[in-house]
């Protein structure tokens, strides 16, 4: 399988989404299998762009779930309707070779944030600094709060302050 997916050629299959998809959309044909393959044509075309990858696989592969809803639910012609089933068709070979492609370029799809990853947790107020570690049950015995140095005293030397007129400019 692997060997296969390995051979497509993903602007390719694209194109192919395309054409089918901007063949059938004057016809009752679902609205947003062309934008989704313009997408897809402009994502392939950047070699950098993880993210558009990405939401492009995404996009593709839940159009798959809604192609079915959306034939299921409307009435087409025949030769619409067969279009339709050849772009149903497409999107599996054209998402595996995106999901691959994503696989090649280090990266993973994930369906939102990845939890168990780098992700460093921390409380906010610091409950895992200043020698705390984590927080304190109502058992414990009362921590002793971290000992401040004493604040510098302030100085007695006295600047006297320009009295302001309301409305006039100041300077520096």
């Known amino acids: 399988m692997a060997d296969f997916v390995q051979g497509l050629d993903p602007g390719k299959l694209v194109l192919a989404g395309t054409v089918l ?3 059938i959309s004057p016809f009752s044909a679902p609205p947003y299998n062309l934008p989704i393959f313009l997408f897809g044509t402009l994502a392939q075309e950047s070699n950098d762009a993880v993210q558009s990858f990405r939401v492009f696989t995404g996009c593709l592969a839940a159009s798959i779930v809604y192609d079915l809803i959306w034939m299921f639910s409307n009435h087409q012609t025949v030769l619409s309707k ?3 089933v050849l772009l149903f068709l ?3 070979p054209t998402t595996a070779v ?3 492609t994503l696989r090649q370029r280090g ?3 994930t369906l939102g944030t990845d939890l168990g990853g780098t992700t460093v947790w921390s409380m906010p107020g610091g409950y895992t600094s200043m020698g705390r570690e984590g927080y304190q049950t109502v058992d414990e015995e009362p921590r002793s709060p ?4 004493p604040a510098a005293r302030p100085s007695t030397i006295t600047v006297s302050q320009p009295t302001l007129q309301p ?3 100041q300077t520096a």
């Open 167 to 169: 409305g006039a400019y």
């Open 146 to 149: 971290p000992r401040v140095a």
């Open 98 to 100: 995106f999901l691959f």
């Open 82 to 84: 067969l279009l339709t």
């Open 107 to 109: 990266t993973r799809f």
């Open 21 to 23: 998809s901007f063949a």
């Open 90 to 92: 497409l999107k599996f």
